[in-house]
């Protein structure tokens, strides 16, 4: 992820995940999949039912963390995904992680 940070190619997106998606451990494997995908930022529940992801990455690697947000897990039941792209200037995440429900 350095050299895409050096080569201006880092972007941030804020994305919503609605549908059956708490209660089945999807923050956890999202947070999993963040880590091998090699993204940073993080994941939350939502009070809506909804969860809440804030990733960072490459074009790349965005595209293949919103696929499997979309249905990359199975117990999960997603309706839809609400993707809005943050603009620069943005704060860099050093990792991903889980943060308490807001």
């Not at 804020?14 to 940073?40: D, F, S």
């Amino acid at each position: 992820m350095e050299d895409d940070q050096k080569d201006g190619m880092l972007e941030t997106r804020l994305v919503r995940v609605r549908g059956l998606v708490q209660g089945i451990g999807y923050r956890e494997a999202c947070v999993r999949r963040a880590h091998a995908l090699g993204v940073t930022g993080w994941v939350r529940n939502r009070i809506d039912g909804s969860v809440e992801v804030m990733v960072q990455g490459s074009p790349e690697q965005l595209a293949e963390m919103c696929a499997w947000l979309s249905e990359g897990m199975s117990a999960a039941l997603v309706d839809r995904l609400e993707v809005t792209e943050v603009p620069p200037p943005f704060a860099r995440f050093e990792h991903f992680e889980r943060l308490p429900t807001l």
